[in-house]
């Protein structure tokens, strides 16, 4: 939906809610609604939303996501790391669960977990493509700004 690229998530909700009522199942639609939470900053409407396309689409990392998004900026680490966990296994582990895993452990205190997942990226980044902003973001969020430029370069 071009309204969550443009940020404005609340026109992109009532299109996806109108999306949804013409098709309570969509998951396109769902997902969208999920994501229009998020980013309106209705967390727990947001988790409601992702649990519903989950029920619809099990194992959907971009459901996991933002469940897991949006338990961390309610304030529950533990349900963020579960669902982000469970993104990593739904998506074979692919470089933005780790990285938002490394991320969610950096703002939740947790620095040998975010140090584990920071040198299995840099191992990943050995064998295949890793956007260089997951890195660069995980420098930022650690308060290593040199490292983080450079992974910007």
Not at 52 to 60: F, N, S
Request: proline letters at 7%; one cysteine or more; charged letters at 20%.
């Amino acid at each position: 939906e071009l309204h969550l690229a443009r940020a404005e998530p609340e026109q992109a909700g009532a299109a996806f809610t109108r999306g949804l009522a013409l098709d309570p199942e969509s998951t396109p639609c769902s997902l969208g609604t999920g994501w229009s939470y998020y980013f309106a900053r209705r967390y727990p409407e947001a988790i409601a939303q992702f649990a519903h396309t989950l029920q619809c689409t099990p194992r959907l990392p971009m459901a996991l996501y933002g469940k897991g998004l949006a338990h961390h900026h309610n304030r529950e680490p533990e349900q963020a790391f579960a669902a982000l966990r469970q993104a990593e296994a739904a998506s074979g582990g692919e470089p933005a669960s780790v990285a938002l895993l490394a991320i969610t452990a950096v703002l939740t205190g947790n620095a040998a977990a975010a140090e584990e997942r920071r040198l299995q990226l840099l191992q990943m980044a050995a064998e295949t493509y890793v956007p260089p902003i997951y890195l660069a973001f995980l420098h930022a969020m650690r308060n290593e700004l040199d490292e983080a430029f450079s992974w910007l370069d």
